[in-house]
């Protein structure tokens, strides 16, 4: 059953048009935060399996709080998140004069990862001249938190109570992440902390708060929302209205499907770091966005993410200390020990730049080889 045991509809968005019931969804488990926050075993395990199996899930953010008024605040985020989707919209539709003096060309150079990317820079399907139809604005964890030095930006986001709602945005998202990754810690055996001690929130790193918009388009093949992709970094937390999302679930003939968005919850999805340092136990599945379907049609989708990357010092490789890690090294024939080994930051510099114009595509592909073998046969199924 693609959402487990629930009736979607009780959780569409009132306020626009509903997601089809006629197109093929994704089977993502819903895990629920504040189980995990109560330490429930058997929702650990679900959380597990849904990350070894898909690396997508929802996460229901509904009363899912510690005690106190701690950073781990589910009604909080997602009061947070309905705030900054106001706020997103006020700066991507900002005038395209302005937006391109934030634009980070050149991607390569110090800094200027964040910032604003405008439409159709992006090369998808392995470079065969497709381009995105999604703008974006990434904002720095670190600049956020002071860690490093404020960057330009528009002077709706210098003002200081917008600062301090995506600051909060930031820390709520952190701690869900440093939940998730503590169960993931734990399950892979690893000795106590150790993802998240890869993971703190005051040293630096690439995360990013990211809006997407993304003007509806008439599709041809040759057009996309969000080229498919994986995620590099660790795991992201992605909150959208509008349908479009897709995922492309493992297995032979499987069809890219859509993720149906579900009030008060999230989808979370890990990324190829995670991969790594699991030795591939761990999944960071392909997917892609395309045009909001059925009544859908017509309206331009705005999708918000927080996302958590190693600490830009991070080796991306498979973590000592546990057993299960080992074991799974042990069976692979020695490709992965003899693939290069980077520090978080470079590579996510690297898959970075590399999917934009003008540059090799090869050194930008990330971990579901798999996937993108078998995409080019389906990616019409859904155009
Ligand atoms: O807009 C979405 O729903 C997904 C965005 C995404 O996959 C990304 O920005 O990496
Ligand atoms: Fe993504």
């Known amino acids: 059953m693609a959402t487990d045991h629930l009736d979607p509809e009780s959780l569409a968005f009132d306020d626009l048009p509903p997601f089809p019931n006629d197109v093929p969804t994704a089977p993502l488990l819903r ?70 003096q934030y634009d980070y060309h050149d991607a390569g150079e110090q800094g200027s990862y964040f910032g604003y990317r405008r439409l159709g820079q992006k090369l998808i399907d392995g470079g065969d001249g497709k381009r995105d139809g999604s703008e974006f604005w990434n904002s720095s964890k670190d600049d956020l938190l002071g860690v490093t030095d404020p960057l330009p930006a528009p002077a709706v986001l210098q003002k200081e109570g917008n600062r301090a709602l995506v600051r909060r945005y930031v820390q709520r998202s952190h701690a869900v992440v440093t939940l998730l990754l503590g169960v ?51 795991v992201s937390v992605l909150f959208n209205r509008l349908g ?20 008060g919850h999230c989808i979370c999805n890990l990324g190829d770091a995670m991969v790594k340092f699991s030795a591939g136990i761990l999944r960071s599945n392909l997917h892609r966005v395309v045009n909001p379907p059925g009544k859908q049609e017509g309206l331009t989708r705005m999708s918000l993410v927080y996302f958590a990357r190693p600490e830009d010092e991070v080796l991306l490789r498979a973590l000592e ?59 019409s199924v859904a155009k």
């Open 31 to 100: 895990i629920s935060l504040k189980k995990l926050i109560d330490q429930d075993t058997d929702e650990q395990q679900r959380l597990w399996r849904a990350c070894c199996d898909l690396g997508f899930f929802y996460l229901d953010l509904r009363a899912g709080s510690e005690n106190g008024d701690g950073e781990l605040n589910g009604d909080g985020l997602l009061a947070d998140a309905e705030a900054m989707f106001t706020l997103g919209k006020q700066v991507l539709e900002l005038p395209e004069v302005e937006k391109v």
């Open 184 to 234: 993931l810690s734990d399950q892979l055996g690893l000795p106590a902390h150790t993802l998240q001690n890869l993971h703190r929130l005051r040293t630096t790193s690439c995360d990013i708060v990211r809006w997407v918009r993304a003007p509806w388009q008439p599709m041809d093949e040759n057009k996309i929302s969000l080229g498919q992709h994986t995620d590099f970094g660790s």
């Open 244 to 263: 479009g999302l897709q995922v492309l679930p493992p297995g032979e003939g499987a069809e890219w499907s859509y993720v149906r968005p579900l009030q």
């Open 321 to 379: 200390g546990s057993e299960m890690i080992d074991a799974r090294r042990g069976q692979q024939d020695g490709g992965a020990d003899e693939e290069e080994v980077v520090t978080a930051k470079d590579w996510i510099y690297r898959r970075s730049i590399g999917r934009r114009v003008g540059v090799n595509h090869a050194k930008s592909m990330g971990t579901d080889q798999e996937g993108l073998k078998q995409s080019s046969k389906v990616i």
